[in-house]
């Protein structure tokens, strides 16, 4: 059973944006932090952004910082990852999760299937 689905991925040149949609299947989907990692080749998975329950709380991984904002919309059960000023070494898979807690892929039950992101200098 499929309870995330990520999309919005593509291939973008160095300083071009993209938005990534995790779509949950998931109910009560406002019970679940939510969670964007990645993974590029070759290197383990990469925690990037985390929301609260609510949407009240985000953090970041300090080299995404002021690029990437996460978000959720609670009433589509679905999240966001909007990233601007985009860099070569933001190059992987992108993953959505959703679980309890925030900086540890152990924090999280549930997993999407991934979407590539590839930026090109």
């Known amino acids: 059973q499929v309870h995330l689905v990520e999309s919005g991925g593509g291939s973008v040149q160095a300083g071009g944006s993209l938005r990534l949609s995790c779509a949950a299947s998931l109910r009560p989907f406002s019970t679940y932090a939510m969670g964007w990692f990645r993974q590029a080749p070759g290197k383990e998975r990469e925690f990037v952004a985390a929301i609260s329950r609510s949407g009240d709380s985000s953090y970041y991984v300090d080299s995404v910082k002021g690029r990437f904002t996460i978000s959720r919309d609670n009433a589509k059960n679905t999240a966001y990852l909007q990233m601007n000023s985009l860099k070569p070494e933001d190059t992987a898979i992108y993953y959505c999760?959703?679980?309890?807690?925030?900086?540890?892929?152990?924090?999280?039950?549930?997993w999407g299937q991934g979407t590539q992101v590839t930026v090109s200098s």
């Open positions: 999760a959703a679980g309890l807690g925030y900086y540890t892929p152990s924090d999280y039950d549930f």
